[in-house]
């Protein structure tokens, strides 16, 4: 289903400060109906708070932000009734089992009875876990719980799921299980809003995002868009011994469009990796091995930052 041109969510000048820390700072966006939206960035740019003021956990200290046409200092409620949440980490209760932690939580949205049964049977069929109905919730692996987690949020139908962090701790399995969910999520028409530090996440899963940076808004557009915008088609990394990175005296200037150092690699931006690669062996740069590979967001966040996602 293709996103609604009415924006869903509506953010200008939104700030947020605990005392005198500024965690938000003066932030613009808009997110669409139907779309993926990211906020991409490394742990404390912003990226959860911003995330609790749109799910009216957290108040708005400056700015406006709007949900759903209302305003979220003033409508919470009406909001919080239309919106599904996936904390950070999971808060299922140990105590319960799979369906019983999704009728529990239907009670809170007046969901009971037949209704309530109907909908969590739907949903564990979804999220793969309807062989798991009765088993106790510690039973489960981590990225059974997230699933688990993610199908709770569901039960009220939402019209705006919001996930922080969705894979955080998950191996690649359970990540991609979840990616898999979460794309038929979108194609259902649902809104997505998520924080992520995981550039590849933010690339399979975002329409568009934004990069968030000591609680600001470094650039904004879809991740192609950012990549074409900020970096180069490939990357050459390569990594040497201490002796012959001691010795590069500036010999790698002028073989791509940009060099970054990085403590154990050094990173060539440029449009032909493997020709990039061949001038360094002409140039008789003693490498210890080579890669080439594609620009990622990561690259993005490096160029706007000066520094990786993840320190």
Partial sequence: MPPSPEPVVHAHGLTKHFGDFVAVDGVDFEVSGGEAFGFLGPNCAGKTSTMRMIGCTSPVTEGTLKVLGMDTSAEASSIKARLGVVPQLDNLDAELTV??????????????????????????????????????????????????????????????????????????????????????????????????????????????????????????????????????????????????????????DGLAERVEQLPDRVLLYTSDGERTLAQVHSNQISVESALVRRSTLEDVFLRLTGRTLVE
Wanted: net charge negative; aromatic share 6%; proline share 3%.
């Fill in 99 to 252: 369906r019983e932690n999704l009728l529990m939580y239907a009670r809170y949205f007046d969901i009971t009875g037949e209704d309530a049964l109907s909908r969590a049977s739907e949903l564990l069929e979804f999220i793969q876990l309807s062989d798991w109905t009765d088993a106790a919730v510690d039973s489960l692996s981590g990225g059974m719980k997230r699933r688990l987690t993610i199908a709770r949020a569901l039960i009220n139908n939402p019209e705006i799921v919001l996930l922080d962090e969705p894979t955080t701790g998950l191996d690649p399995q359970a990540r991609h299980i979840i990616w898999e969910r979460l794309y038929q999520l979108k194609r259902r028409g649902a809104t997505l809003l998520l924080t992520t530090h995981y550039m590849d996440e933010a690339e399979q899963l975002c329409d568009r995002l934004v990069v968030m940076d000591k609680a600001k808004i470094v650039a904004e557009g879809s991740p192609r868009e950012l990549i074409e915008r900020y970096s180069t088609r490939e990357v050459l990394e390569l990594r040497f011994d201490d002796e012959a990175r001691a010795s590069l005296n500036g010999r790698l």
